[in-house]
């Protein structure tokens, strides 16, 4: 809970979770992890994410194919519902 994640100019990160959802940060990225939970035996839980800037793959694992309502992830001026298994958010050069 509550984790927050800083690349630098020549920095990037991959990060996978316990339930296999992978991100992926660029340069000068910083991506907040708001709530993450995860019961491994019926594979519910939540994750809800912030881009606060650069970009940041996504490739969804399995809390999005049990419960897709329960995964989010934010950027200045967007929400997004995770509905798909592999998308990039870009939240633009200057944190928020």
């Known amino acids: 809970m509550s984790d927050r994640l800083r690349t630098g100019a020549d920095g990037s990160v991959g990060i996978t ?3 296999t959802t992978v991100m992926s940060a660029g340069p ?3 991506l907040d ?3 993450f939970a995860f019961d491994p035996t019926t594979h ?3 994750i809800h994410a912030s881009v606060r800037r650069g970009s940041v793959s ?3 694992g399995k809390i999005a194919k049990a419960s897709p309502d329960t995964v989010r992830f934010s950027a200045p001026g ?3 519902g995770v509905r798909g ?3 990039i958010i870009d939240a633009g050069p200057k944190e928020i």
Request: glycine share 4%.
């Open 85 to 87: 298994t592999h998308f």
């Open 33 to 35: 992890l708001n709530k």
């Open 44 to 46: 519910a839980g939540a």
């Open 78 to 80: 967007m929400t997004l």
């Open 17 to 19: 979770l316990r339930e």
């Open 28 to 30: 000068n990225a910083t």
């Open 58 to 60: 996504v490739i969804s």
